[in-house]
């Protein structure tokens, strides 16, 4: 496994992992692409075994804030700690004195865990976030 900065020849496989993970409610095509695009306030970051894409993290970055949009492992992949060397790589390359936020599914327990592992606290709850009606935990680490 390696991880590399994500490129938008990584689009197709980036979309087919999204439609696999997020059946009802997958980022378009568009969405990711403007994602992928080279530019100083984002970065995707995605991990690889050999020629296949086996999931990625994409972040926006706003002056101290980073905002962890996204962070995606494929069905196939999952429980094999891809998820929690994406989340350290990521962290490991946002500048000290950063603060990190996110959205995750109220009830993605496995994902709630990955970050309070990695240091994430609670601060809030959007509610009607999803487009299913689900509510998202708002979490927050401020790397030091």
């Not at 980036?14 to 992928?36: G, M, N, Y």
């Not at 075994?49 to 905002?67: I, K, L, P, Q």
């Not at 601060?123 to 509510?135: E, P, V």
Request: glycine letters at 6%; proline letters at 4%.
């Amino acid at each position: 496994m390696t991880i590399r900065p994500g490129r938008s020849t990584d689009l197709q496989q980036i979309k087919s992992i999204e439609k696999r993970v997020f059946t009802k409610d997958p980022w378009s095509t568009a969405t990711l692409a403007e994602e992928l695009k080279l530019r100083s306030d984002r970065k995707t970051w995605v991990i690889v075994d050999e020629d296949r894409t086996m999931g990625y993290a994409m972040a926006r970055y706003n002056g101290c804030e980073v905002h962890l949009l996204n962070l995606v492992v494929d069905t196939p992949f999952r429980s094999k700690g891809c998820g929690w060397k994406l989340l350290k790589h990521f962290l490991k390359n946002i500048p000290p004195k950063t603060s990190v936020f996110l959205e995750v599914k109220e009830g993605n327990f496995p994902a709630i865990n990955l970050y309070q592992k990695a240091g994430f606290q609670q601060i809030a709850i959007r509610k009607n976030y999803y487009g299913d009606g689900k509510n998202a935990v708002i979490m927050k680490k401020i790397k030091y």
